[in-house]
C-alpha cells in the first residue's frame, strides 16, 4: 500500500532533509563485509605454486600456469586461451581497445588508419550501459552507436543492421547481470552476435564478463561460452573476452583475465612484452590457493549473495511499497549483478537533485548513456556498497523524491 500521497510528500521532504542524512547510491563497490570474506587470502605466505614455481621472481608473461587454468575454468575458455594479468579487467580492455586503434589486428586495419581514410569508426553500445566502457571511447575519439536493450539483451535487428557498415568497428557487452539493467542475453541473442555477418571484417566484440558468478539467485544463469560457439560459427578471431576478481575479492587487488583466440593473444602478447616483465604472480598464486577452484569461487559468491540479496530485496520492496501501481516510476529486478535500473521518464535528472537534497547521493541521471538520455528517465541505483541498514532510508528518500517530481 503506498504510503506517500501529495498532501504529505512535501512535510515528508522537508522531515528527511532536516534529519541530515549522508547516504551514498553512486557506485558499485563491494560492501567492507564482501571483502572480509576474503582477508584470509592475504595471511597465505607461501611463494611456492603447486608445481614448484618461485613466484617471487619474474615468469610467463601470460600469467602463473595455476591461475590461467582456474581462471580459464571460470571463464569456461582453456587454459590456454586466457591471460592472466591483474588487478583490473578495465585496464585490459582499454589496453585491447588501444591496440586495436594503432595496430592492425588480425583480420582487418587499426582504426587510426581508418580514421586517416576520412572514415569514422564507432563502437557499438548498449544503452543504457557501463560509463568507463563509453569512457575510453570518447578519450581516444571513437564513434558510439546506442543500441536499445531488450529484455533479451540488444536489439539484435539494430545491431544487424549497423554491422553492414564498415565503420562499424566493435561492440561492448555486459552479457551477464548488465550493468547497469542486470539483463543477462539470450541463447539466441549469444547466438546472433556470434554468428552475424560484418561488413568490417575486424569486427570485435569486446565481451565483459565483470559478472560471471555474481548471482543473487541459488544458481547463476547460463550463458553460452561466446570464444568455443564464434570458433563453431566460423568467426574465431572475433571475441575478446574479460573478466576479473574485483567483485570475487578485492577490489583493489584481484587478478583480472583476457581470454580470446590463439592468433588474438598471440598479436596482444606484442603488446604486453614492450610493457611488462610480468604480472605479479605471488598475487595470482594467493588467488590460486584460496579459491582453489571455480566450485570454491561459486561457493564464495554464494557468501556475497547472502550480504547482497536483502539489501536487493529492500530496493524492490520499498519502491513497490510507495510507488507501485501509481506509474510514476518502474525499475528492473535483477537476478544478478550489482546494479537496479530505476526509470521516471521525463524526470530523472528532478529526481537526482531532489535525493540529493535529502542526503542521498545518486549517480548523475542519464551517465549510463553514451550520448544522452534524450528520455531523461533514466537513473542507476547501487545498493551494494552501503551498510545494509542505509538502504531502506536511501530508497525511501528516492521514493518520496520520485513523487515530489511528478506533483504527487
Not at 618461485?54 to 575454468?73: K, M, Q, T, V
Not at 539470450?186 to 561488413?199: D, F, I, K, P
Not at 569486427?203 to 555474481?214: I, N, P, S, V
Not at 568455443?228 to 583475465?257: E, N, W, Y
Request: include cysteine; glycine fraction near 8%.
Amino acid at each position: 500500500m503506498n504510503t506517500l500521497t501529495h498532501s504529505s510528500v512535501e512535510e515528508r521532504f522537508e522531515a528527511l532533509k532536516r534529519e541530515g542524512l549522508k547516504l551514498n547510491l553512486t557506485r558499485g563497490k563491494p560492501s567492507a563485509e564482501q571483502l572480509e570474506l576474503s582477508w584470509p587470502l592475504l595471511r597465505i605466505r607461501d611463494y611456492r605454486s603447486p608445481s614448484g614455481d618461485d613466484c617471487r621472481n619474474y615468469g610467463p608473461i601470460e600469467g602463473l600456469s595455476e591461475a590461467r587454468e582456474l581462471f580459464g575454468g571460470y571463464l569456461g575458455v582453456p587454459a590456454k586461451n586466457v591471460f592472466v594479468q591483474g588487478p583490473e579487467s578495465l585496464r585490459l580492455m582499454h589496453d585491447v581497445f588501444l591496440q586495436m586503434y594503432k595496430r592492425d589486428a588480425p583480420g582487418g586495419i587499426s582504426w587510426e588508419r581508418m580514421k586517416s581514410n576520412v572514415r569514422q569508426p564507432y563502437m557499438l553500445c548498449p544503452v543504457p550501459g557501463y560509463d568507463r566502457h563509453h569512457t575510453i571511447c570518447r578519450t581516444y575519439g571513437i564513434g558510439m552507436r546506442p543500441v536499445p536493450m531488450t529484455a533479451t539483451g540488444p536489439d539484435m535487428d539494430v545491431v544487424e543492421d549497423a554491422v553492414r557498415d564498415p565503420c562499424a568497428v566493435a561492440m561492448w557487452c555486459v552479457p551477464k547481470y548488465d550493468n547497469p539493467t542486470g539483463i543477462t542475453y539470450s541463447h539466441e541473442t549469444v547466438e546472433r552476435l556470434a554468428r552475424m555477418e560484418t561488413a568490417n571484417p575486424g569486427f570485435r566484440l569486446f565481451w565483459d564478463l565483470a559478472y560471471q558468478e555474481h548471482t543473487l539467485e541459488e544458481k547463476a544463469v547460463e550463458l553460452p561460452e561466446m570464444l568455443s560457439l564464434c570458433a563453431h560459427l566460423g568467426h574465431l578471431d572475433r571475441p575478446f573476452i574479460f573478466g576479473s576478481t574485483s567483485k570475487v575479492t578485492f577490489a583493489s587487488s584481484g587478478v583480472a583475465m583476457l581470454a580470446s583466440s590463439d592468433e588474438n593473444l598471440a598479436w596482444f602478447r606484442t603488446s604486453l612484452f614492450a610493457q611488462t616483465i610480468g604480472p605479479d604472480r605471488l598475487n595470482q598464486l594467493r588467488h590460486v590457493l584460496f579459491l582453489q577452484s571455480v566450485n570454491g569461487i561459486r561457493s564464495l559468491m554464494q557468501r556475497h549473495r547472502a550480504i547482497l540479496k536483502p539489501k536487493f530485496d529492500e530496493v524492490d520492496e520499498i519502491l513497490t511499497r510507495e510507488l507501485g501501481g501509481r506509474g510514476l516510476a518502474s525499475w528492473t529486478k535483477p537476478r544478478g549483478g550489482y546494479f537496479v535500473s530505476l526509470y521516471v521518464p521525463g524526470r530523472a535528472s528532478e529526481v537526482v537533485r531532489l535525493a540529493g537534497e535529502m542526503g542521498v547521493e545518486l549517480t548523475p541521471a542519464g551517465a549510463a548513456y553514451p550520448i544522452r538520455d534524450e528520455a531523461d528517465a533514466h537513473i542507476r541505483l547501487a545498493p551494494t556498497f552501503a551498510p545494509t541498514p542505509t538502504v531502506g532510508p536511501a530508497l525511501e528518500r528516492v521514493a518520496v523524491a520520485i513523487v515530489k517530481a511528478s506533483g504527487g
